[in-house]
């Protein structure tokens, strides 16, 4: 027993259990901020480069610990540990052509993130106690997550959108995610692991423990309302139970049945309640404080009650019937069990049993009637011509016209996020392609699209081979190999793993089971191959090595990115106090220089150095400006909002021709967006007007007509739109704006043509004018309006006192409107 425990101990104090114990609490520490969402949007980075400071400088360590006890670190190990980093090499290799210079050096972090947890994970795990430790470490963490989103669903905590108004009227539980499916993914992931451990646990307060989270998890799935993820479950329940053996398969699938009947009695109570705390509480969230509820509020407690009362019962029979049960199937299942069909008979059984259910719960008024209304409608509504399925056909065709393009090596980190409206169908919003692999596949093109698919395939293969050769070696660590590729296998249906969390919660998981079946080397022959030769023993210590040099640049990397965005955050606490535009460029240079071709940043400086050149002429504010933006345009070509400022730039400086031409490239390369036809229609008709003069009619007429292709190509796609399946949402608006009424009334108004100008201008000028101060468009078109009318013999005195008290500079511009109607 001494000896027992003194081994225990120095287990305890090995420098591989103190790597998974700190491996483990980035688990419980970091995914409250969205999850780590990788949005590929400025406000998403700082919490994501906070986490991975973290994570690169433990697998700095982790490398150390791996070159100083590479005797300990077997040849096996040592080769899937070098194949995962072929995941950030396939971004390193695309980001050469890239799109996007920025976001394809971002990308090659957050796959060097997930190979990182990879590698640690497998060095952690190099005793049992550590695999445990991580193992627990994360089931923890997604346990505390499902507390959290319920905690929200009984209002007694509040985060932003971890009650999602989907639709007015309709909330969906995403607790720390503010996404509903992704969450989904995980609770799919977590209820596997429960099932798992309240069957196998020999523990019978753990038994309890993880019984006892069944309910909760299930309640909360269904209050995710993810049609995608209940089709799912059933398919990896049933590939789950081959892995267990034929008694604990039926104890799973009672559990399963006992959990999810005990969820439906309560459901429809809590799913009402919620509704009703949301529509209290959320509103109150978005203005300020959250107006929360006391958990002894008869609608909290009448939610949370049932359902910790349904949870006992489920966790006393864990508890209490559990083992008496199993040992009555194993006696009852004795003559079976040896045979090889066994493993299959209740998976074949359970198939037609699914497809029995399936059918009652479509099919019968009865059973849809036990179901909340927002429950049963969205079963109800599961088919192949629903909104989010075509809007999904359309992203993957998409995706593969980019692809067609970039078929090699891909476009880049970010390259769906930067080239998806200029190939898309119609004018939806989607910075994520809601498919990992198709994802995959548009940034780093076919090459790195099969190395994903072999790195994963590969690991799939020797997991299940290792289960099959080595039944002794079986164990806990099937839950790390359930949870990682449940989340995969939701990630072809949506962008589960454009979540940080998502991403090391998988990476870590097979990291750490990876090496469950791996044949061991013993001592001395470990020894003896070591001092053999060079070309013997290099494996041992190469590999650590190549690894912490990887995380001494990935430590610098990240450093840098978070001190710019300090800087950046000191720069706008300056411009918001009202500092001098001299002392605010101080710290806005520093994360410029810290990070050169970050767009946010640099599009701030030259927005500010124009607004500075406008106030005072001063020129070399506006080259500057423009320098700082042609560098930022020429790293990343796709980003709108540099090109937008772009064009207001060179407007501004009198650069017409080279305005136009920027206008023109918007429109190309985001060619639903109706923005950047408004826009350009605008300039259109303005450099038409400047160009009045009798030596340029000619160009003013070929500016104008431009207007007109501009509107012709609008009315063209609006004929388009009208063609998507009746069930396919069409995405952002595009339709005739009112900038679009304005540039076309002012148009009409220069040829002359006052009756058409009128009718394009006059629903805008006689509509809703509480606006007028703050909206250029508008007071356009009231000023091209009254112009046209005057130009009639007409007038408006009311409209016009309007305008003037609006805008006292309105006056004059009338005026010269109306005087240059001669030109």
């Known amino acids: 027993m001494k000896k027992y425990a003194s081994t225990n101990n120095s287990l305890l104090s090995s420098p591989f259990t103190v790597i998974a114990l700190l491996l483990g609490l980035w688990f419980i520490i970091f995914p409250y901020q969205t999850g780590l969402f990788n949005a590929l949007l400025f406000n998403f980075e700082n919490s994501i480069l906070q986490a991975a400071l973290y994570l690169v400088i433990l697998l700095l360590g982790t490398s150390i610990v791996a070159v100083m006890q590479r005797k300990q670190t077997e040849a096996s190990t040592l080769g899937v540990v070098a194949a995962v ?5 396939c971004y390193v290799i695309s980001s050469f052509g890239a799109v996007s210079s920025y976001y394809a050096h971002w990308m090659i972090l957050i796959n060097a993130l997930a190979a990182a947890m990879f590698f ?13 430790m991580i193992e627990w470490s994360i089931v923890a963490s997604g346990y505390i997550i499902v507390a959290w989103g319920l905690l ?20 969906r539980l995403t607790s720390v995610f503010q996404y509903s499916n992704t969450y989904a993914a995980l609770l799919i992931a977590l209820f596997l692991v429960a099932l798992y451990y309240s069957t196998h646990a020999a523990n019978r307060y753990w038994r309890a423990l993880h019984a006892l989270m069944l309910v909760p998890i299930f309640v909360s799935f269904m209050l995710t309302l993810s049609r995608a993820a209940l089709l799912l479950l059933p398919v990896l329940v049933l590939c789950l139970l081959p892995f267990l053996r034929l008694s604990k398969q039926i104890l799973l699938l009672l559990y399963m049945i006992v959990s999810i009947g005990a969820s439906l009695i309560i459901l429809s109570q809590i799913d009402t309640n919620m509704l009703e705390i949301a529509l209290q509480v959320v509103p109150s969230g978005l203005q300020g404080d959250a107006m929360l509820f006391s958990p002894f509020d008869r609608l909290s407690w009448s939610g949370w009650l049932p359902m910790l009362g349904v949870s006992a019962v489920v966790a006393l029979c864990a508890c209490y019937l559990h083992e008496k049960l199993e040992r009555w199937l194993d006696g009852r299942l004795a003559r079976i ?9 209740v998976p074949a059984v359970l198939i037609v049993l699914f497809a029995l259910g399936a059918a009652l719960v479509l099919g019968s008024s009865a059973i849809r009637g036990i179901l909340p ?25 998409d995706a593969m016209k980019v692809s067609s393009d970039y078929p090699v090596l891909g476009a880049g980190g970010g390259g769906w996020a930067d080239l998806y409206q200029q ?3 119609n004018p939806y919003t989607s910075r994520q392609a809601h498919n990992y692999f198709i994802q995959v596949l548009v940034e780093t093109g076919w090459v790195g699209l099969l190395a994903h698919l072999a790195f994963f395939i590969g690991l799939l293969v020797l997991y299940i081979r290792g289960h099959i050769r080595y039944p002794e070696r079986r164990g806990s660590h099937l839950v790390l190999f359930i949870m990682a590729f449940a989340i995969l296998a939701h990630s072809m249906l949506d962008f589960d793993m454009s979540f940080v969390y998502m991403i090391a919660v998988v990476f870590a998981c097979l990291g750490a089971s990876a090496t469950a079946f791996a044949p061991t080397t013993g001592r001395a022959k470990a020894l003896e191959a070591e001092k053999a030769s060079f070309a013997a023993s290099w494996p041992s210590w190469i590999t650590p090595v190549a690894t ?30 009202g500092k001098p535009i001299n002392e605010v460029m101080v710290p806005l240079d520093k994360a410029i220089k810290s990070s050169p071709d970050h767009p946010t940043f ?49 407007w501004a400086i009198g650069q017409e021709d080279a305005a136009l031409a920027t206008l023109e490239e918007r429109i190309a390369k985001f060619n639903w967006n109706i923005s950047a036809y408004s826009d350009a229609m605008h300039y259109y008709s303005l450099s038409g007007w400047n160009a009045g003069t009798s030596d340029k009619k000619e160009r003013r007429q070929q500016l104008w007509g431009r207007v007109d292709e501009l509107h012709k190509e609008v009315l063209r796609r609006m004929e388009e739109l009208k063609k998507l399946p009746e069930g396919q949402l069409q995405g952002r608006e595009f339709d005739i704006v009112p900038a679009i009424r304005q540039a076309l009334g002012f148009v009409a108004y220069g040829r002359g043509d006052y009756a058409k100008a009128i009718e394009w201008t006059q629903p805008l000028a006689t509509g809703d004018l509480t606006k007028l101060k703050e909206d250029p468009t508008l007071e356009y078109a009231v000023r091209t309006y009254l112009a046209a009318l005057d130009a009639t013999g007409q007038s408006n005195d009311e409209l016009k006192n309007q305008l003037f008290a609006a805008n006292p500079d309105e006056e004059a511009m009338l005026k010269a409107l109306i005087a240059g109607r001669t030109k």
């Open 152 to 171: 929200n669903a009984f209002g007694i905590a509040y985060s932003r959108d971890a009650l999602w108004e989907a639709q007015p009227g309709q909330y």
């Open 337 to 345: 069990i040896g045979r090889k069909w066994s493993l299959f008979a």
């Open 85 to 89: 980093w072929v995941i950030p090499l």
């Open 373 to 397: 209304a927002s429950i049963a409608d969205r079963i109800e509504n599961i088919n192949f011509q629903q909104h989010s399925v075509l809007e999904r056909g359309t992203f993957y065709k």
């Open 120 to 132: 640690i994970a497998v060095i952690g795990s190099r005793h049992a106690i550590g695999r445990n």
């Open 602 to 650: 640099s599009t701030v400086k030259s927005q500010w150095l124009m607004q500075v050149y406008q106030q005072t002429k001063t020129e070399s504010y506006a080259k500057e400006a423009g320098e700082l933006i042609d560098h930022v345009y020429h790293a990343n070509p796709y980003d709108e909002a540099i090109i937008s400022t772009k064009y207001q730039n060179e």
């Open 423 to 425: 190939y898309q169908h």
């Open 548 to 577: 912490g040099v990887i995380a001494v640049v990935a430590i610098v990397y990240t450093g840098q990115q978070l001190s710019a965005h300090s800087n950046y955050d000191k720069a706008i606490a300056l411009a918001q106090q």
